[in-house]
């Protein structure tokens, strides 16, 4: 079974604290996202990467940094961490020229993250 | 600049009504369009999607919905809900790369 996995599901940092969020896909697909999801707000954007070390600012990337040395992994990185920054993240995946039948996002299970 | 609109936030519904939930997009380019469910406690899951072609397409769990191009919506139907049917619901427009989501609708159905 195809799998996107987040490495934590709850999380609980400080403010000003540095935090990584890891997610891992096995399905050799060349895109991955990070959404962060608040409710009354949906999903927002904050990162994508469609290569290895190549990353592009979705619509809320202030505050956040990525990392993609690898193909299967893309790290979300709080730099200081802040309270507005309390929220559930989640990672998601998918190729990159799937064609009709074959195109979805794949998600991981989120890591809701608690910023005190 | 693409955007995502759902106009239904909240909606509560009685098991074998009709639900028919509202998404509006905006997007310059050739739009592939997208409804994804996440019931409690679950992933995101792909409901249905629309790319050409007949533009009234079928999802599963009875689910489908019709792209009007004219109206920019693709809105989602299903005749008879269910207790089961509680989630909530994201419309999503793909782009050149990315995907773009609604704020959500959350749908409640009364057994």
């Known amino acids: 079974d195809v799998k996107v996995t987040q490495s934590s599901r709850y999380l609980v940092k400080r403010t000003g604290e540095k935090v990584f969020l890891e997610c891992v896909q096995d399905m050799d697909h060349e895109n991955m996202f990070w959404y962060r999801q608040d409710p009354g707000l949906g999903l927002r954007l904050i990162y994508f990467?469609?290569?290895?070390?190549?990353?592009e600012k979705g619509d809320i990337p202030e505050g956040y940094s990525v990392s993609r040395e690898k193909k299967e992994r893309f790290s979300l990185i709080l730099e200081s961490a802040s309270t507005n920054q309390t929220s559930m993240y989640l990672c998601?995946?998918?190729?990159?020229?799937?064609?009709?039948?074959?195109?979805?996002?794949?998600f991981g299970s989120g890591t809701q993250l608690s910023v005190l | 600049a693409q955007s995502v609109s759902q106009h239904n936030h909240h909606v509560i519904l009685s098991e074998a009504a009709s639900l028919e939930l509202g998404c509006n997009y905006s997007?310059?380019?050739?739009?592939?369009l997208f409804w994804y469910v996440q019931y409690p406690g679950q992933h995101l899951q792909l409901l249905l999607k629309?790319?050409?072609?007949?533009?009234l397409v079928k999802g599963i769990k009875g689910f489908e919905a019709e792209f009007i191009k004219s109206k920019f919506s693709f809105n989602l139907r299903k005749p008879s809900v269910q207790w089961s049917d509680t989630a909530e619901y994201f419309c999503a427009v793909r782009g050149t790369y990315k995907y773009i989501f609604g704020t959500g609708t959350r749908l409640k159905v009364l057994a």
């Open positions: 997007y310059g380019g050739t739009v592939n």
């Open positions: 998601a995946s998918s190729l990159i020229s799937p064609g009709p039948t074959n195109e979805k996002l794949f």
């Open positions: 629309y790319f050409s072609g007949d533009p």
């Open positions: 990467s469609y290569d290895v070390k190549m990353k």
